[in-house]
């Protein structure tokens, strides 16, 4: 039977590729952990038009608007604009090709609240 743990975590590393036979376009998102069973956890956060909403969800959680910076993912890299960035993540024991792993199945913001309209400062 599988489990969840929530804990909080810090952005330290952020990378854009192709990911699966597919290369689907894909940003993965190392986190660093307090938790004994993940010290260090990669999320991966598709970019297909299929994703959009999830991926906003999860960018916006990590304190980076997609809408407001035009998706420029290349950007947000090259910059490394979610390093250091802190978050609540909520990770799952999954089985894959028979062994257990943990896998990033939630990212959310640390209060809980995503902001849907993000305001500029004027």
Known sequence: ????????????????????????????????TNREEFQQIVAKIFLTPAAEKMAAKSLTAMGWNPDAHNWDIDALIEQNMLI???????????????????????????????????????
């Open 84 to 122: 250091g960035k802190k978050c609540s993540i909520v990770c799952e024991e999954e089985e894959y090709e028979g062994k257990w792993r943990w896998q990033v199945k939630w990212i959310n913001s640390m209060t809980g609240a995503v902001l849907k309209t993000v305001f500029d400062s004027d």
């Open 1 to 32: 039977m599988s489990e969840e743990i929530r804990c909080d975590a810090t952005v330290i590393d952020a990378q854009v590729g192709g990911l699966g036979k597919d290369e689907k376009p894909c940003l993965a998102v190392t986190f660093q």
